[in-house]
């Protein structure tokens, strides 16, 4: 997300820092902050996956991500152009698939990735804040990235049927 950032907005090297807006360093103009993690409950039980011809692998663990977006600048209207423009950007680019995924996520299975604002209430936004208690309620918004596939290490080795053998009997007769 922050090469997309970088080249659509033009946001330069250390402008954007994946830290807590508490923690950000003064000199970047946004802070994207992973808030919480939590397993996506609609993609967790499917089949297993095959793996060569002798093995099979449990599904990737699917993972919803759910980032703080907060400009950082103190001139308000600096921040709001800061969050408008990625805003703008993440809309239209709402579905994140190569080459704007990394390759490291390209091999880990995730072929599509969803950028979808998530709106949270007020209740929701004072509680998401008051985990910074020495920062003041700033500009910001909140984006929901799924489903992100963590793959399976593990392989089960499995026996393939190679011959099965029935036997018929003639309608009326018994063994």
């Keep these: 997300m922050i090469d997309l950032l970088i080249d659509k907005v033009g946001f330069a090297d250390g402008d954007i820092v994946m830290k807590s807006p508490a923690a950000a360093d003064t000199t970047a103009k946004v802070s994207m902050y992973l808030f919480q993690l939590q397993t996506n409950p609609h993609l967790r039980n499917r089949p297993l996956e095959e793996v060569g011809v002798d093995g099979l692998r449990p599904a990737p663990l699917p ?55 998530h709106n949270l209430s007020l209740e929701d936004t004072n509680r998401l804040w008051a985990m910074f208690p020495n920062k003041q309620h700033s500009i910001s918004a909140t984006y929901l990235l799924s489903p992100v596939q963590i793959p399976s290490a593990s392989v089960k080795p499995i026996t393939r049927v190679v011959e099965k053998t029935t036997k018929f009997y003639p309608t009326g007769d018994s063994i």
């Design 63 to 117: 993972l919803d991500l759910f980032y703080l977006i907060t400009p950082l600048s103190t001139e308000p209207v600096t921040a709001l152009g800061h969050l408008e423009s990625i805003m703008g950007v993440f809309e239209d680019n709402s579905v994140l698939v190569p080459p704007l995924l990394p390759p490291t996520m390209v091999d880990a299975g995730n072929t599509e990735i969803r950028l979808t604002p």
